[in-house]
């Protein structure tokens, strides 16, 4: 069955975010292997985790500066409450629920935590949500720089993606100052999503699938080939970034429900992020119980689950937003959107009908 594509989003942006999520997940799940007692983690999901963890984060810093690129004109006031809906709340709102399970729950946690962790996340992020205290602080910045105008911005813009750069190179082999490495070098991601990659595809409009995977396998390969040069992470995480990109750029428009479904991966993304380990931990747990605890078991439940429950949460909650109002989504920490360009939710007709008193 056919249906109408939505015309308000760019559908390849939230494939590549789908393609990265179901990255984050199965990379956390193929993790979860090794740190689970009696469990082998192979040499092969060992390799793949190195090529999954080489590239995808990068890859939601690049995407992420893209999309700034799109709000350019964005007004001070708007990015503000764009900043503090998208990211600042689900940083406090799921660092806190994740922090209480752990308190909760502590057998369940391979890294205990204590109430006085809540405290410390205004200068120290726990485990993933490190991405979402990146991104506050790199949006922060770029927004900054942008706000300059002009020749100005360019010069400006062109300067401190020079100096990131060249600065997440040298650093990213001294594992004492790894935390200011991996901002640095976030940083530079964003900001080449927000600097390059839009006169990229401008430049390659016509051909934009074979241009950004050739030039990312060419950067793959050339990370390959000077693999003992610090500059190699650079190579990897942008080259793989590009090759998603034109992978993204490659699958067919969200016209049919399968493309919707995967495209609504995107979308939900950020619920996900949020949610997956929970999920992953719990899926664990009853496994456990239930005897039936194998790696192979560990890798598909967390793997599925992380995925499908978080987006059907993420489906509810929009859905619900209909009879609670619009503000529902954002006071979840799932982000300012309030409806899906991909999947139907409850009938307009239904939401507002009033409920029964019966």
């Known amino acids: ?18 393609i990265g999520i179901v ?49 350019r004109d964005q007004m001070p006031s708007s990015f503000a409450k764009s900043l503090f809906w998208g990211v600042a709340v689900p940083y406090a709102i799921w660092s806190a629920i994740w922090i209480g399970l752990k308190v909760v729950l502590p057998d369940a946690a391979n890294v205990p935590l204590s109430i006085a962790d809540l405290a410390g996340i205004l200068w120290q992020p726990v485990e993933h949500f490190w991405f979402l205290y990146h ?14 105008g002009g020749a100005s911005e360019a010069i400006a813009a062109a300067a401190i993606l020079a100096a990131v750069l060249i600065w997440a190179v040298l650093l990213s082999n001294r594992p004492d100052l790894a935390w200011i490495a991996a901002f640095i070098f976030n940083f530079a991601m964003f900001g080449l999503g927000l600097e390059q990659l839009p006169r990229l595809l401008s430049r390659w409009a016509a051909t ?17 080939a000077i693999s003992s040069v610090t500059a190699t992470p650079l ?14 750029h490659a699958l067919p428009a969200p016209s049919t429900w399968g493309w919707r479904a995967f495209a609504f991966l995107g979308e939900a993304s950020l619920a996900i992020y949020v949610m997956h ?30 995925l499908a429950l978080p987006t059907v949460a993420y489906w509810f909650i929009l859905s619900a937003a209909q009879w609670v109002g619009p503000s529902l989504p954002k006071l979840c920490g799932f982000g300012p959107a309030t409806r899906s360009a991909y999947v139907a939710l409850w009938p307009s007709s239904l939401a507002r009908r009033p409920l029964s008193s019966s």
């Open 1 to 18: 069955m056919r249906i109408e594509a939505p015309q308000d989003r760019l559908a390849w942006l939230d494939y590549a975010k789908a």
């Open 23 to 71: 990255l984050v997940v199965f990379g956390h799940a193929s993790r979860s292997i090794e740190r689970t007692n009696g469990l082998v983690w192979s040499e092969a999901l060992q390799t793949l985790d190195g090529i999954i963890y080489s590239f995808h984060m990068p890859l939601f810093f690049l995407i992420a500066g893209y999309a700034a690129s799109l709000q």
């Open 135 to 148: 991104l506050f602080f790199i949006r922060l910045g770029w927004f900054a720089v942008k706000r300059l």
């Open 208 to 224: 934009p699938v074979p241009a950004l995977s050739g030039l990312g396998g060419v950067l793959c390969l050339s990370g390959w």
């Open 235 to 248: 190579l990897y995480a942008l080259g793989g970034s590009l090759v998603v990109a034109g992978i993204a």
């Open 277 to 306: 380990l929970i999920v992953g931990a719990a899926a664990r747990m009853a496994l456990a119980k239930s005897g039936l605890l194998t790696e192979d078991t560990l890798l598909a439940t967390t793997t599925i689950a992380g």
